[in-house]
């Protein structure tokens, strides 16, 4: 199947600084991710929709100029988590569809992220 | 968006038990999606339900889709060790997944 690596796999930092995590479809191209987080032991919730060359949508709730969003290019999707706190602590994991049709979406490794 | 709620949220399975885990939503779904989480690691997905009173197997797992396409239900025969983990239902809108709550799944020899 197809796969979706992300980097780092985790992360800490300090308060106050930004962080940046990277999403990858290794071998297909996806005009859309998605980026998910998920806090321990709860489901997966959806923070927003990036897509190549336009601006990504945020699930409501989800602050826009905290968590940007970078869809450069066909394979490559990036969240920066900007002056991070430790209530951002958690899993951030991204997903894609095989632009070729596929229903299937597949999930990146996940990045745990810890801020101190 | 499509919500969906799951029970029951925790599940402790003596091995080779049958068990199932139920997706229910208020609102008529146009599609079901499981997936399974295993500790740790990221979902992988197992399949997905479209048709009214859709009947799937892989295996020993068993995956249906209500007549009223408001519920959907995961049935796994004979629960084995390899079964562990957070199994998710979700509804996809135009590739948007709203996520069940999950249903944690502890295997006990």
């Known amino acids: 199947g197809a796969v979706v690596s992300q980097h780092p796999s985790w992360v800490i930092c300090k308060s106050g600084t930004s962080v940046k995590i990277e999403c990858r479809s290794l071998?297909?191209?996806?005009?859309?991710m998605f980026w998910y987080r998920q806090f321990p032991k709860q489901s997966l919730m959806l923070m927003a929709t990036?897509?190549?060359?336009?601006?990504?949508?945020?699930e409501q709730g989800v602050e826009k100029d905290k968590f940007l969003i970078n869809h450069a290019s066909l394979t490559l999707s990036t969240l920066t988590v900007t002056s991070a706190h430790p209530e951002d602590s958690s899993f951030y994991i991204c997903?894609?569809?095989?632009?070729?049709?596929?229903?299937?979406?597949?999930f990146g490794p996940g990045t745990r992220l810890t801020v101190t | 968006g499509q919500q969906v709620m799951q029970i029951p949220q925790y599940q402790h399975v003596q091995e080779g038990e049958d068990f199932t885990t139920y997706c229910n939503s208020s609102?008529?779904?146009?599609?079901i999606q499981w997936y399974k989480q295993r500790p740790g690691g990221h979902p992988v997905f197992l399949i997905q339900?479209?048709?009214?009173?859709e009947v799937k197997k892989q295996k020993r797992l068993t995956f249906q889709f209500g007549e009223a396409k408001k519920n959907s239900s995961l049935h796994i025969t004979a629960t084995q060790t390899t079964d562990v983990g957070t199994y998710f239902c979700?509804?996809?809108?135009?590739?948007?997944?709203?996520f069940g709550a999950g249903t944690q799944v502890v295997v006990t020899p």
């Open positions: 339900l479209v048709k009214s009173g």
């Open positions: 071998d297909f191209q996806a005009t859309t």
């Open positions: 997903s894609a569809r095989d632009g070729g049709g596929g229903i299937e979406q597949y």
């Open positions: 979700s509804s996809d809108s135009w590739g948007k997944l709203q």
């Open positions: 990036s897509n190549e060359g336009s601006k990504a949508t945020y």
């Open positions: 609102t008529t779904l146009s599609n």
